[in-house]
């Protein structure tokens, strides 16, 4: 069966930081880009980064630019994104995708329906 699992999220204080993680089950990663996304309430789930599976292409939406970093360890199957310098506006529920598709340019990657697996998502909260 294949899963995606979130982890990571939680509570923190405008400024700080968390790391999430997305660790899949029942398929290699290698394979597939992957992306981070999140929805807010009421608002259309974005894209946040999102990291290709072969050449290094990286994703970032202008919001999270210089705060955000996505990474992926292959050998432990597992994508990482760390985020530094949280704000209020980044409270969400955080998803991670996987999409097998191969696409350019680097601004086309984090496009939702290209993503076939999703994991349940892990709630974000910044506040004071």
């Known amino acids: 069966q294949l899963q995606l699992v979130e982890s990571g999220g939680g509570l923190v204080q405008p400024g700080g930081s968390l790391r999430l993680s997305c660790a899949a089950s029942g398929f290699t990663l290698d394979y597939y880009s992957i992306g981070w996304f999140r929805q807010a309430p009421g608002k259309e789930r974005e894209g946040v980064s999102c990291i290709s599976s072969s050449d290094g292409k990286i994703y970032y939406a202008d919001s999270v630019k210089g705060r955000f970093t996505i990474s992926r360890d292959n050998a432990k199957n597992t994508v990482y994104l760390q985020m530094n310098s949280l704000k209020p506006e980044d409270t969400a529920v955080y998803y991670c995708?996987?999409?097998?598709?191969?696409?350019?340019?680097?601004?086309?990657?984090?496009?939702?329906?290209?993503?076939?697996?999703w994991g349940q998502g892990t709630q974000v909260t910044v506040s004071s």
């Open positions: 995708a996987a999409d097998s598709g191969w696409r350019t340019p680097v601004q086309a990657m984090c496009v939702i329906p290209d993503y076939e697996y």
